[in-house]
């Protein structure tokens, strides 16, 4: 079983640096190409059986570009949404306070959004049950950054430093064996 995992294309946040969790919004017209893009690309892999898909707007298109040129079925499963960043959402990327409350793993983001073991949990059971649902299918999972942070300490060790630096690209890939 392979598990890729991909994050949606740009929005408009995502280029203007805003804090982007629960904020619904659509990709831009950059995002909208990366997807077409990431649609061919997974094409070329050819592998791919299934995809499992965040229900925001942003990553639900990402896919549909996917599923319209491969035809591969989506499930939305609601534990892949984004990080809910409290107070923090909608603020630049550089709103004091922020980068140091995403590595506080039990601190609430934003007083009011969740906590990296709430994000983790969600996450981690999300993986358990598709590992153990599809283990004879290879799955894409389509998501967001937060997400796909976690996705990645599934499966790869990362310091607390690792994790604060992690990112992933807009409908960027990565390949995951699971065993």
Known sequence: MKIYSTRHGQTAYNKQEIILGTTNIALDETGVMQAEMLAERIKELGNIDIMIVSPMKRAMTTAKAVADKCGISMIIDDRLREWDYGEYEGKSRFTEGFAENKINFGVRMGKSGESLLQLSHRVYTALDDIIS???DKNVLIVSHGGVCRVIET?????????????????????EYNVN
């Open 133 to 135: 649902r599809y283990r």
């Open 154 to 174: 599934y499966f790869n060790d990362m310091t607390t430093d690792e994790f604060a630096n992690w990112f992933m690209d807009n409908c960027g890939l990565i």
